[in-house]
């Protein structure tokens, strides 16, 4: 557009249209007849404001932005470097609200007017990330790794990692189901023939025995010190508790007895006293 008009802290802009727009706050050194690029948007009472902080996403592209703000039963606000966080609307967030992003997740989003004519961004669906995956040629198993969340889910989660590469979570190698937009780190458990990668968000075994020791034992002290689960526990039971397998449990419930820990006795687990 074109500084049609210039005020002690405001901008009058035309195109060749005709068409007209302000942009506020003096942000911008500007005089008249300068031609600028600017991003449009319209305020609460429908006036088009210009700005020149470009926003990395518009109507026809994708961009990375990352979360203001969550309001239940409204959607989230997302920062794009312009000045005014857009709204990412509930509908084009996960049906189930515990997999929303929260403030400071990334979010891949192009810009788009709703029904009621209000910009809006939506995030990228796990198709659209198909430009940006590379190949993982040198990738290593149990390599950490890093990654976004771009498609969360019950059964398992996607991921862009910061190589670029495709990574998926199944759902026994999480704790809990990982929300959109969320950064993960994790290691690789394998390295598929099209180049995309299985992470798990769980250490090592040996880790990881340590870890689900620590979780019984702590467990046991917020209980007082006796708890009704044994190696004959039902899995699901233990799962719903503890959220680990059976067998896990029995690893880190073997480590901890032999370590003089606890004993069992009657189906119980109990802490031994002094350890």
Not at 63 to 85: C, H, M, R, S
Not at 91 to 105: F, G
Not at 143 to 169: A, Q, S, W, Y
């Amino acid at each position: 557009m074109t500084v049609a008009s210039v005020g002690e802290t405001t901008y009058q802009l035309t195109n060749d249209l005709g068409e007209a727009a302000l942009i506020k706050d003096g942000q911008t050194s500007l005089t008249k007849n300068d031609a600028v690029q600017v991003f449009l948007y319209a305020d609460k009472e429908g006036n088009v404001l210009a700005s020149t902080h470009l926003p990395p996403a518009t109507r026809w592209m994708f961009g990375w932005g990352k979360i203001a703000e969550v309001i239940p039963n409204l959607g989230a606000f997302i920062n794009l470097q312009t000045d005014i966080e857009i709204l990412v609307s509930k509908d084009d967030l996960p049906e189930d609200n515990k997999l929303w992003p929260h403030a400071e997740d990334d979010l891949y989003v192009y810009l788009q007017l709703d029904k009621k004519n209000r910009l809006t961004a939506v995030p990228a669906k796990e198709s659209e990330f198909q430009d940006l995956y590379e190949f993982a040629a040198d990738a290593e198993l149990n390599d950490k790794t890093i990654g976004t969340v771009i498609r969360p889910g019950e059964e398992g989660t996607v991921v862009l990692t910061e190589n670029g590469h495709r990574g998926f979570i199944h759902h026994t190698e999480r704790k809990v189901p990982r929300r959109l937009g969320e950064r993960v780190e994790g290691r690789i458990i394998e390295v598929k023939e099209d180049g995309t990668l299985n992470i798990s968000l769980f250490p090592m075994k040996h880790e990881r025995m340590d870890e689900d020791a620590q979780i019984i034992f702590d467990f046991l002290q917020e209980q007082g010190g006796v708890i009704p689960f044994s190696n004959q526990t039902d899995p699901e039971e233990v799962r719903a508790t503890f959220n680990m397998s059976k067998s896990a449990f029995k690893r880190a419930l073997g480590r901890l007895m032999k370590e003089g820990k606890v004993k069992q006795e009657s189906g119980n687990t109990i802490l031994r006293e002094n350890k």
